[in-house]
């Protein structure tokens, strides 16, 4: 079983609507973050959670929210989607003390 | 701020030639460097990591060597097979620092 799960791994939305991705790990890290990636941009963080009562904004957190309900969830939400929302977001983890990242398949997000 | 300079290609090479990939970076102190490579469909995964001057990592065959007075981590490999055929991000990370900054990510096509 995959240690970093996301769903759902594919969505189109119509803009307007409200969307939330959802992001779990069975690899008992306290650190969790979401990444969009696009093409010629790279992968951008929209926002950070190191520990479950800790959240930060990334360099991209305008338009979403998130929500780390556990030490093993971590979500973020779209509250009224938009065209230029379109991308592929991942989910990542890491362990305090350790460089290392590891990302979830990705979730390909169109907004219509 | 921090920023990673990479092509974001596509490297398009026959089986078996050497390939480089490019990568420079702009950072205070000493920050850890990183390649990670993303498979079609999959997320990012980490491949080689350097954490000091002149340090070289190396794993599947790929090498990249620190070079602080060059601002450097390319990344090398003596001859390329089909399976290596996907999206290689070089990135950095501050000292005692998690939050990782990726460069935009060169795709490599590797030909029969």
């Known amino acids: 079983d995959a240690d970093v799960t996301q769903t759902p791994r594919n969505r189109i939305t119509k803009t307007g609507k409200r969307i939330m991705l959802e992001c779990s790990q069975t690899?008992?890290?306290?650190?969790m973050y979401w990444y969009r990636q696009d093409p010629g941009l790279g992968l951008r963080l929209i926002y950070y959670?190191?520990?479950?009562?800790?959240?930060n904004k990334g360099e991209i957190s305008d338009g979403y929210s998130v929500s780390r309900q556990a030490q093993a969830k971590f979500s973020l939400s779209l509250e009224s989607a938009i065209p230029n929302q379109t991308a592929l977001y991942f989910c990542?983890?890491?362990?305090?003390?350790?460089?290392?990242?590891?990302f979830g398949p990705g979730t390909r997000l169109t907004v219509t | 701020g921090d920023s990673v300079t990479q092509m974001e290609g596509p490297v398009t090479l026959s089986e078996e030639a050497f390939l480089t990939i490019n990568c420079t970076y702009t950072?205070?102190?000493?920050?850890?460097l990183f390649w990670y490579v993303q498979y079609p469909g999959e997320g990012l995964q980490l491949l080689l990591k350097?954490?000091?001057?002149?340090d070289k990592g190396s794993n599947k065959g790929f090498e990249a060597t620190y070079r602080k007075e060059t601002t450097s981590f390319h990344l090398e490999k003596g001859s390329v097979q089909v399976s290596d055929s996907a999206v290689y991000f070089c990135?950095?990370?501050?000292?005692?620092?998690?939050?990782?900054?990726f460069g935009i990510g060169t795709k490599l096509q590797v030909i029969p």
């Open positions: 990542a983890t890491s362990e305090a003390g350790r460089d290392e990242q590891y």
């Open positions: 690899k008992g890290h306290d650190r």
């Open positions: 959670s190191f520990d479950v009562k800790d959240i």
């Open positions: 950072a205070t102190g000493y920050p850890s």
């Open positions: 350097a954490t000091k001057a002149d």
């Open positions: 990135a950095l990370q501050p000292g005692g620092y998690q939050k990782v900054t």
